[in-house]
């Protein structure tokens, strides 16, 4: 039990998480081991998008609690499914990735070479070298993904969440990006993924969190992704859809 | 040619303390106006200089034509608005342009009011558009100080603003400066109106702060490049409106204002990212 402990880096103990008093995520006991990779699947409602704005505090909990167990809040990096970034704004390329490096550089750090360095590094592992005085403005939907990617990469983080970083790409920068993906793995850090596609899930993912707002199943993905599950998650997003009585459970 | 454009400020005092009074608001204001723009969050500067007016009424009513006691009742008048504004949004469903239009309207109308019931209508044409040309050096020496005092602010605020400009969630997700960011803005906006009610007045005080920013846009796709061409937009704007004040005869603060609106027209038109460059002449385009 205690060398299980040590292994952790993320635990969720009955955790509620909802809106309005309407649970997203309902009663979650589970925990991520470290160096883990993990999918995270369910139907639309199932509170996936929710559970990662829970454990990067966006959302507080209605209930239980989420316990990060030996890393501090800093070490999240968080790549929403429809981020804020705004592509009118008149920066480069290479300026929006090096906003990774806040962490370590802050309000007042200079730029020296090395930190130049890294930032080009970055661009090349994503495939942008080369494209680093561009304008945001002027990437392509692929392109903005890799820099935000890129902008990932330099946040040095121990627990890294991707809420759909698939969505609207094409099919070779979901393979770039996912043997990026892989490469942190190596790096020693935890991946979290929400996917939509359970082809993708079960191609690359080794780990699965099926989500109906509860938990349905959690581990081997090959198992996790059963017939039965998944049709036990639908049902059971649709039954909470339809019940609004006050949980007896607390 | 000498006479024309240097010498009414060789010649006049008056002169010489509204072009510093000018200077300063260009330096200050503008790149103020520049992130309200990039921001999306023009029309609240304009909101914001007509919410301070029933502070600065309030201070004309209990000290008269008072700097000090319009400077403060402006100031708290302006950045209750903007705190009163932004808490019912974040308690309330309302959405913060909604609390901010009903509460600067409010505002607005009580200063009208309180004017109109105890002052004269001299008085409120002083409070509403201003007088540059009678700048005396406490009020110079007022404008002086938000500048310096925004300069440093922005220059401590500038990356973190930036981001929160960018991507407001991202800076969130990475540091708690997001609060302290947001707010330092508009507690710099209300700062930098309150100094160019003064000069411009509250109705004019925004257009020094927006129309250099806007018409930079034209002009650039780099931040800081964006910030020199609205300061010096400002700077010449400043500088032709009042040699057309003194040679024509027109009032200040609308000389300079429209001075200004012309210089966004120009960009408008034959800027870089302006129409006749973007839709009637259009660059070639590359191979690929």
Same mark, same amino acid.
């Given at each position: ?250 | ?50 919410? &301070? #007016?029933? /502070?600065? =009424?309030?201070?004309?009513?209990? +000290?008269? @034509?008072? $700097?000090? %006691? ?56 002083? &409070? #509403?558009? /201003?007088? =540059?040309?009678?700048?005396?050096? +406490?009020? @110079?020496? $007022?404008? %002086? ?57 509250? #109705? ?8 250099? +920013? ?75």
């Amino acid at each position: 039990m205690g060398a299980d402990m040590k292994k952790e880096i993320l635990r969720f103990e009955n955790l509620t998480l909802g809106y309005e008093r309407h649970p997203a995520v309902h009663h979650l006991d589970f925990s991520v081991r470290r160096n883990a990779m993990v999918a995270v699947a369910g139907p639309n409602g199932a509170g996936k998008s929710t559970l990662l704005k829970g454990i990067i505090r966006t959302i507080k909990p209605m209930g239980g609690s989420i316990r990060l167990c030996g890393i501090k809040q800093r070490e999240i990096a968080y790549l929403p499914q429809r981020t804020s970034l705004d592509t009118t704004f008149p920066i480069t390329v290479f300026d929006m990735v090096a906003m990774g490096m806040w962490q370590a550089a802050g309000a007042f750090g200079c730029f020296d070479r090395q930190r130049n360095a890294r930032v080009m590094q970055a661009l090349q592992r994503v495939g942008l070298a080369g494209m680093e005085h561009r304008p945001i403005g002027s990437l392509s939907g692929g392109q903005a993904q890799r820099a935000l990617f890129a902008r990932l990469l330099l946040q040095d983080a121990s627990l890294i969440l991707l809420d759909e970083p698939f969505n609207a790409i094409d099919s070779a920068s979901v393979r770039d990006l996912l043997g990026l993906i892989h490469t942190w793995r190596e790096e020693d850090k935890t991946i979290l993924v929400v996917l939509h596609d359970l082809d993708l899930i079960r191609s690359a993912f080794s780990e699965t969190i099926l989500l109906a707002r509860e938990l349905v199943a959690g581990g081997a993905t090959d198992k996790v992704l059963s017939a039965y599950n998944l049709s036990q998650a639908q049902h059971l997003c649709e039954r909470f859809e339809s019940q609004s009585l006050l949980c007896e459970r607390g | 040619m000498y006479d024309f454009f240097i010498g009414p400020f060789e010649e006049f005092a008056f002169m010489r303390r509204a072009m510093a009074g000018c200077l300063a608001l260009a330096l200050g204001a503008t790149p103020v106006g520049v992130f309200l723009t990039l921001r999306r969050m023009s029309l609240t500067g304009d909101a914001m200089s007509h919410a &301070i #007016l029933p /502070g600065a =009424a309030v201070g004309y009513l209990l +000290a008269g @034509l008072s $700097l000090g %006691a319009m400077t403060i009742g402006g100031a708290i008048a302006g950045f209750t608005v903007a705190m009163l504004s932004g808490w019912v949004a974040r308690v309330t469903a309302a959405r913060e342009d909604s609390s901010l239009a009903a509460f600067y309207l409010i505002s607005l109308a009580t200063g009208v009011l309180i004017v109109s019931m105890r002052g004269s209508n001299v008085d409120l044409l002083h &409070i #509403l558009f /201003g007088s =540059a040309l009678a700048l005396n050096n +406490a009020a @110079l020496f $007022l404008i %002086a100080g938000i500048s310096t005092t925004t300069l440093v602010a922005l220059a401590i605020l500038y990356r973190p603003l930036v981001m929160e400009c960018l991507d407001p969630e991202f800076l969130r997700s990475v540091s708690r400066l997001s609060p302290v960011a947001h707010y330092g803005f508009l507690f710099l906006v209300v700062l930098n109106l309150v100094g160019g009610f003064h000069a411009l007045g509250t #109705l004019m005080a925004v257009g020094i702060m927006i129309l250099p +920013a806007a018409a930079a846009r034209f002009w650039s796709r780099d931040i800081s490049r964006l910030l020199a061409v609205a300061v010096t937009g400002a700077v010449v704007s400043g500088y032709v409106g009042l040699l057309l004040s003194y040679h024509v005869g027109l009032p200040t603060g609308p000389a300079i204002i429209l001075t200004a609106g012309s210089f966004y027209i120009l960009s408008l038109t034959f800027g870089v990212d302006g129409v006749i460059r973007s839709h009637i002449h259009p660059k070639r385009h590359f191979q690929k």
